[in-house]
């Protein structure tokens, strides 16, 4: 018989596996995807929560904007910027010990995707933003080119394939419409999904040429989802 305590700290060791095979890190693209959005949609200044934030590289790319960075994650990895105010969290079970209406922007880049359930994810993240806020997520792309063709020949999304050697961190599978629709129910408003712009040439290990109009969904590995918690 496994004791409720032995249960539980087997639950933390696998979350803090798939954490770390992460790596603590995306690709620059996904990045500058989120930079964007945050320079189109936020005036600047104030707080910004980031929601499993790995090694904190976000900062690097939005640090001009804020002027408080609170990083939140299951494990905290080594490389994290000074400036980094860190809170440890089980994000398949936990909620952040913030207060509500605390962010100015909540981002979660590339995490969705490692979680049991998402509404309740994207739930605490509006939680945690203030009214007039924002909260962004990236995700791979279940509906660029190269995962469509991963799926007609595979029966798997390219990000979620099993087999020896694959990513086995990538849990939760969400296409544009389920975004969307998690936004919706959340009471968002002004949701808009937008494109990392960079995607990976199937069977190839090259990516579409951007400068030649290789844009959008279906030439992107990677889409952000961003929404305005309605002001009060």
């Known amino acids: 018989m496994i004791s409720f305590d032995g249960g539980k700290q087997i639950a933390v060791e696998n979350i803090e596996n798939r954490a770390r095979q992460s790596l603590g890190s995306s690709s620059d693209p996904v990045y500058q995807m989120v930079a964007r959005a945050v320079a189109q949609r936020h005036s600047g200044g104030g707080v910004l929560v980031d929601v499993g934030c790995g090694k904190g590289k976000l ?17 905290r990895y080594p490389g994290l910027p000074t400036q980094t105010e860190f809170i440890p969290l089980d994000l398949d079970i936990g909620k952040a010990p913030l207060p509500e209406d ?19 994810f994207v739930r605490e993240l509006v939680r945690l933003t203030k009214p007039g806020g924002l909260v962004i997520v990236t995700t791979p792309n279940q509906l660029s080119l190269l995962s469509k063709l991963t799926l007609i020949l595979k029966n798997q999304f390219n990000a979620f394939q ?15 419409i389920d975004l969307l629709r998690i936004y919706t129910e959340c009471n968002l408003t002004e949701i808009q999904i937008q494109y990392s712009n960079c995607g990976r040439i199937p069977f190839t ?23 305005q918690k309605i002001k009060q």
Do not use: K
């Open 162 to 176: 099993e087999a020896p050697g694959l990513y086995p961190a990538h849990i939760t599978a969400l296409l544009e």
């Open 205 to 227: 290990p090259w990516h579409w040429p951007e400068n030649l109009g290789f844009r959008g969904r279906v030439f992107s590995d990677n889409i952000l989802c961003v929404g």
């Open 59 to 75: 900062w690097s790319f939005v640090s001009d904007r804020f002027d408080r960075y609170v990083g939140v994650d299951a494990v």
């Open 102 to 120: 605390f962010a100015d922007v909540v981002c979660a880049v590339e995490t969705m995707e490692h979680l049991e359930n998402p509404r309740a």
